[in-house]
């Protein structure tokens, strides 16, 4: 370095990272030193003690340097995805959305073509053709109070008065997946339609239609036991084991119909994973990613996504979720590509594996609880959501708080105490007491103490069924 330089450059070496406090301040210290001894023209010569080619620094060129760095970028995987089209973010927009949601509103604007073609032929009070997204409010108000009082199903039956709601619901869905930012409910341009739905609404309850709500019947703890015992639910063959893992995934992580088990993956982003706790008792841990009411989108974005367990059966090894569970793993294909959790079973199984690389339709998924008791013989209308079902009113009969029963359901509301099903037990209990049968009805007894100080106290019992009162009086 020679004395005509007016600055010092120090370049930093990338291999070993930065300086430390102490190493930069002491660096930094030797060089002022040197600068004032320069200015006092002092005959000795600090040097600053550094080597520019020593471990912390380097005498790479800049241009050497530039060229280092466009080469690492160079070999680095790509940073952004390729330039995409609008159709590819249109098909992202469409791939977050329900598609039970836009199959219902295709549904229900197709019914509405089909009506308003319909009218226009048959009779001379015509409707605008316009579509529905050209209309104004005032002829949309107009028009879909003629449809909802004259639309039928396909034998010409008049619709369940929630039917209709929902077809409401879903033409609005509709046009505000299009831009059409509407509210048939609350927006007063809409007065008419809403006064036109409740009417008809109204007149279709008082004809009895639509007042009873078709639910998913409960298995019972009896049902369960002759679905093992008639070797329905087992781990012997490979469709077997298939079915006995929904069912035993179903009731004890209370999941929804079949895309929530569709949706169910293994490997690095498998929602179920097998663990112990501090007792060293094994447990399946499942976490929900997405659900009906959680799709983890911008409004769902503090929500906590359900976490819950389903803790080994020491009891019942045969019935043991964990054990169902790792069997099944166990027997998957090699290197499997697919990540789905339910696979296809083999034709031809071998010792090692029962299941090939194909994934279960979610329709598949769907029918099984109902396909399990049917062969059982079972009467009631049972879906896999009967197995939510069951898992919340057996909590709720065995005298679980109400918050625990709702973190295994994942219900966000009250809306879990729509599943606390009355069983037929207590429907005979109930019956009993009105009977006035003494074995069922309400029963007390009274008995009176003496205590060596000479007061006396009474105790009363009342029990009513499956309850019981203790009442102590006390007195000179």
């Not at 009070?125 to 209309?135: G, R, Y």
């Amino acid at each position: 370095m020679s004395d005509s330089d007016d600055s010092i450059f120090i370049t930093q070496s990338k291999e070993n990272g930065c300086l430390s406090p102490i190493e930069s301040d002491l660096i930094l210290s030797e060089v002022l030193d040197m600068v004032e001894s320069a200015d006092n023209k002092q005959k000795t010569e600090l040097q600053p003690s550094f080597d520019l080619k020593s471990d912390l620094f380097s005498d790479i060129s800049d241009e050497e340097l530039l060229k280092a760095t466009q080469l690492i970028e160079q070999n680095e995987p790509a940073r952004f995805s390729v330039p995409l089209k609008q159709s590819d973010l249109d098909n992202l927009v469409k791939s977050g959305l329900s598609s039970k949601t836009e199959k219902k509103s295709k549904w229900a604007v197709n019914m509405f073509d089909l009506w308003q073609k319909n009218r226009n032929k048959n009779t001379d009070s015509f409707v605008p053709n316009n579509n529905l997204i050209n209309m104004s409010s005032e002829v949309l108000n107009e028009t879909l109070g003629y449809f909802i009082a004259e639309v039928r199903t396909i034998s010409g039956k008049e619709y369940k008065p929630n039917t209709l709601y929902e077809i409401i619901i879903a033409i609005q869905h509709h046009l505000r997946q299009q831009g059409r930012l509407i509210n048939f409910l609350d927006d007063a341009a809409f007065d008419g339609l809403r006064r036109i739905l409740d009417a008809k609404m109204k007149q279709l309850s008082k004809q009895g239609l639509g007042m009873q709500r078709r639910s998913a019947a409960i298995i019972s703890e009896e049902q369960e036991n002759e679905l093992w015992n008639k070797r329905i639910l087992g781990t012997e063959t490979p469709q077997m084991l298939l079915d006995t893992l929904l069912y035993t995934l179903g009731l004890h992580f209370a999941l929804r119909a079949g895309q929530e088990h569709r949706a169910l993956r293994v490997g690095e982003n498998g929602q179920i994973t097998v663990k112990r706790d501090l007792q060293n008792r094994r447990y399946l841990e499942y976490h929900e990613d997405v659900s009906k009411t959680n799709r983890g989108g911008i409004q769902h974005r503090k929500i906590q996504p359900k976490i819950t367990r389903a803790y080994e059966n020491i009891a019942k090894p045969d019935r043991c979720p964990v054990n169902i569970y790792e069997k099944y793993i166990s027997l998957r294909p090699r290197n499997c590509k697919t990540d789905a959790l339910y696979l296809r079973p083999l034709k031809a199984p071998t010792a090692i594996c029962w299941y090939c690389d194909s994934p279960v339709g979610v329709h598949v998924l769907q029918q099984t609880v109902g396909n399990l008791c049917k062969r059982a013989c079972f009467n009631g209308h049972y879906t896999n959501h009967s197995l939510r079902a069951t898992a919340a009113t057996r909590l709720y009969e065995a005298g679980i708080d109400e918050q625990l029963i709702t973190e295994k359901t994942g219900h966000r509301s009250n809306a879990v105490r729509g599943y606390k099903r009355t069983s037929e037990d207590q429907l005979m209990q109930v019956s009993g007491i009105l009977h006035g049968q003494s074995d069922q009805s309400k029963k007390s007894k009274t008995e009176n103490f003496s205590s060596d100080t000479g007061s006396t106290f009474q105790e009363l019992n009342l029990t009513s069924g499956s309850m019981s009162l203790h009442l102590k009086f006390t007195g000179k």
